[in-house]
């Protein structure tokens, strides 16, 4: 049975994605870092927004509640977040990155940097020509669906 162009752009996402983690080495950039790539993807969600709740955080990241109380926790402990408690619902609590967590994230986007640089080093100009083009139209795609 032929795949529909859905099935072919989601299989494409799904191989990028493969691509990045795979490429980047989790265990490498925990080294580098200090961070686990769950802690890493939630600086990343928070850097976007001011604050949000942790249950959404939650959800955005598929992490569950509980797991969700262990890594804010070990953010705190680092001094990378904030936890914040909704004047509206005591039943809500807020999360923020700070400023030394916007700096961590920065360094983290540096070495991301530093690693995909070293990856597509060996290509050739014109390769990386396309390689910007493409990722540019699929930016732009990618934006009209978020």
Do not use: W
Request: charged letters at 25%; proline letters at 3%; hydrophobic letters at 40%.
């Amino acid at each position: 049975m032929d795949k529909t162009i859905e099935d072919r752009a989601a299989d494409d996402l799904i191989r990028l994605m493969k691509f990045y983690r795979d490429s980047l080495i989790f265990m490498e950039k925990q080294a580098l870092t200090g961070l686990h790539d769950a802690q890493i993807r939630l600086l990343f969600q928070l850097h976007m927004v001011q604050m949000m709740p942790m249950s959404v955080l939650g959800k955005n990241l598929y992490i569950s509640k509980s797991h969700m109380t262990t890594l804010v926790d070990s953010l705190i402990k680092d001094g990378l977040v904030e936890r914040h408690p909704d004047p509206n619902d005591r039943r809500v609590i807020n999360v923020s990155i700070t400023e030394e967590g916007r700096e961590k994230l920065s360094s983290i986007e540096e070495i991301i940097r530093k690693q995909l640089k070293t990856i597509i080093s060996g290509l050739s100009t014109p390769h990386l020509q396309i390689l910007c083009s493409a990722s540019e139209e699929m930016l732009d795609i990618l934006a009209k669906i978020h």
